[in-house]
């Protein structure tokens, strides 16, 4: 596995994620190779998960289609020069965002009755137009998770206005793909085939996210759409072992965050350190003091004992962590000086492990990253 390298760092007092963007790729041929049959649907909202869309999108060549949540995501990814098609999970919310997905070639969802009906309208008003071509739209239906979508009911009063639509396929979102036992997957599942005969028999079908397409087969259908196994996490807390497929194959991480130590102390028993003195040294000991902190995303819940890494040896959090800055324990003989890196997740430390430290997800430590973390992409 690459190291990192800090050469280009070195001296300057920034957090580093470093995106490895042939992981991405290995991940993605991942999800193709558990859903063969399928198209995928490569997620790459809130910027790629925080590892950045644009370069996502350009080293993941393969993928039929991307997905954003908003037109001005979407929009983002045009003006970098991102030309493959783009379905925007959210659709368009009024009239601006109908035109901006005309003029950028956009494929929104229409998931519920006030966009159908100005969708409709819309086109009406323009039919006479020797040139118009309906817009070419997903449909969303509600199959359990009561998020957005058509429910049974609507879908039925909306038939008429549905088919007057260029509708290129039919998604639904499922709520608890990541655990393979829950009672709602089946009925999510028998919902969404049942709600099926409203649309052309050859509409395409799309369900699965990444859970689903790592644990339910069933849901593959002919498009998958991946978001969180493309950066290396199995997206539940899963601990280290959360990215090993049941064939064996792993997930690699997306991103290896790192921040470099700005000073070392030398602290003496019965010494408490940072805000709060919620720690306090058993034995004399070394803390190197870290430029990384909830104001780069790192967040402040992160309890003490969160492991890291020191040139790659586990080490553990103390203190509380403050907006700039936190505390590492060094072991006697750690070689460490201002400047040099410590990691925090990535190779070698599962973000799933880090992410259950702070009782949350690996989605919510890799979106919360800051623009004051550098991204340094490696190919
Ligand atoms: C509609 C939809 N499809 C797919 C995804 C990808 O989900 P995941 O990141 O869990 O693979 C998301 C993400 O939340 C989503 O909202």
């Not at 959090?317 to 410590?342: K, N």
Request: charged residues 15%; contains cysteine; aromatic residues 6%.
């Amino acid at each position: 596995m690459p190291l990192l390298t800090t050469e280009n760092q070195h001296g300057v007092n920034q957090p580093v994620a470093w995106v490895h963007l042939h992981h991405i790729l290995h991940n993605f041929r991942i999800a193709q190779s558990l859903a063969p049959q399928s198209k995928v649907m490569a997620v790459i909202k809130a910027d790629g998960y925080g590892h950045g869309a644009q370069p996502i999108a350009n080293i993941l060549e393969e993928a039929d289609n991307l997905a954003v949540a908003r037109v001005h995501e979407a929009i983002t990814l045009r003006q970098a020069g991102c030309n493959k098609p783009i379905v925007i999970l959210e659709g368009f919310l009024g009239v601006l965002e109908y035109n901006l997905c005309l003029q950028h070639n956009l494929v929104p969802v229409v998931h519920c009755v006030e966009q159908l009906e100005l969708l409709v309208d819309l086109e009406g008003n323009q039919q006479q137009r020797a040139s118009f071509t309906s817009m070419p739209v997903w449909i969303k239906l509600d199959s359990g998770m009561h998020r957005l979508g058509f429910d049974e009911k609507q879908l039925s009063q909306s038939v008429s206005k549905l088919n007057q639509l260029n509708i290129v396929g039919v998604m639904s979102h499922m709520a608890n793909a990541d655990n393979q036992l829950h009672p709602l997957n089946e009925i999510q599942l028998n919902h969404f085939n049942s709600m099926l005969r409203n649309f052309a028999e050859n509409t395409e079908q799309a369900l699965a996210n990444s859970a689903a397409t790592m644990q339910l087969q069933m849901s593959h259908l002919q498009w998958i759409r991946p978001g969180i196994m493309l950066y290396g996490s199995s997206g539940s807390a899963g601990g280290p072992s959360g990215s090993l497929m049941k064939d064996g194959q792993q997930l690699l991480p997306g991103m290896t965050l790192s921040a470099p130590v700005i000073s070392t102390r030398q602290i003496r028993a019965g010494e408490e350190i940072g805000y709060g003195s919620i720690w306090r040294a058993e034995v004399d000991c070394r803390v190197a003091v870290v430029g990384l902190g909830y104001g780069d995303g790192y967040p402040r819940e992160m309890p003490q004992g969160t492991p890291v890494l020191v040139n790659g040896q586990r080490r553990r959090l103390v203190g509380r962590v403050s907006m700039d800055l936190l505390y590492v324990l060094l072991a006697a003989d750690d070689q460490v000086e201002p400047g040099h890196h410590i990691q925090f997740w990535g190779n070698d430390l599962p973000i799933d492990e880090i992410a259950e430290h702070a009782g949350t997800i690996a989605y919510t430590l890799m979106t919360g990253l800051t623009g004051r973390v550098k991204r340094i992409y490696q190919n």
